[in-house]
């Protein structure tokens, strides 16, 4: 069972606004990923980070998104100006070093009105 | 374009028999499959998953036949339950150099009792 913890679980915001989430990895993963799910299931990378370093990510992402994975502090993903099509499901994953799996939180359901 | 396919969005099955859910890919780069089962309102979960190197995974009533010339894999449920009624995703992953998953678009099960 997947340990990820992610906060809040829903999140509504008016369009411009900004929209922050939070993710804490399971124990002792460096790795830590952050997808949006939208409602068509499709999903999307949009970062990556192993401990505090950005791995890769998405133009979409370098623009209205920012992340980052402080040390002993947990990760966080925020829109600085929300628009409708950021409603979505935000999922936060992690992985161990050297194993494949990537475990997922509950995610944080954005509603952008 | 759609680098991992769900052939079907919707299946279902009675309860007690085996629902095959079948997924393609593009990129022979893929090494890693996992499948995902997600519940509404939940994160994704990994159910199973398979290297490319095999071309068959056992877990419990799991199975994942996985045919690399071909570039399909299908996910076998057997002696399927109500309780497996949920969203099944279909995964893969690069080889190195690039971690994130790239998921196909779902197939929501429903088991009938």
């Known amino acids: 069972n997947s340990k990820v913890i992610q906060t809040p679980r829903y999140l509504v915001k008016g369009q411009g606004q900004k929209a922050k989430m939070r993710c804490i990895p399971e124990?002792?993963?460096?790795?830590v990923f952050w997808y949006q799910q939208n409602k068509n299931n499709e999903f999307k990378f949009l970062i990556n980070?192993?401990?505090?370093?950005?791995?890769?990510q998405i133009d979409m992402t370098e623009k209205r998104f920012s992340a980052e994975c402080p040390s002993n502090s947990p990760c966080s993903l925020e829109i600085q100006s929300s628009e409708a099509g950021d409603s979505a499901l935000y999922l936060c994953?992690?992985?161990?070093?050297?194993?494949?799996?990537?475990?997922f939180g509950p995610g944080t359901r954005l509603l952008v009105l | 374009q759609q680098q991992v396919r769900q052939s079907s969005q919707s299946l279902t099955v009675w309860e007690g028999e085996t629902a095959i859910l079948n997924c393609s890919y593009e990129?022979?780069?893929?090494?890693?499959f996992p499948w995902y089962q997600q519940f509404p309102g939940e994160g994704p979960a990994l159910l199973i998953a398979?290297?490319?190197?095999?071309d068959k995974k056992e877990d419990g009533r799991f199975t994942i036949f996985f045919n690399k010339r071909e570039k399909n894999l299908s996910l076998h449920i057997k002696d399927s339950q109500p309780g497996d009624s949920a969203t099944y995703f279909c995964?893969?992953?690069?080889?190195?150099?690039?971690?994130?998953?790239?998921f196909g678009s779902g197939t929501q099960l429903t088991v009938m009792p």
């Open positions: 124990k002792g993963h460096p790795v």
């Open positions: 994953a992690s992985r161990d070093w050297d194993q494949d799996t990537q475990y």
């Open positions: 995964a893969a992953r690069g080889s190195s150099g690039s971690w994130q998953l790239i």
């Open positions: 980070f192993q401990n505090q370093e950005v791995l890769q």
């Open positions: 398979i290297r490319s190197v095999s």
């Open positions: 990129n022979s780069a893929f090494d890693y």
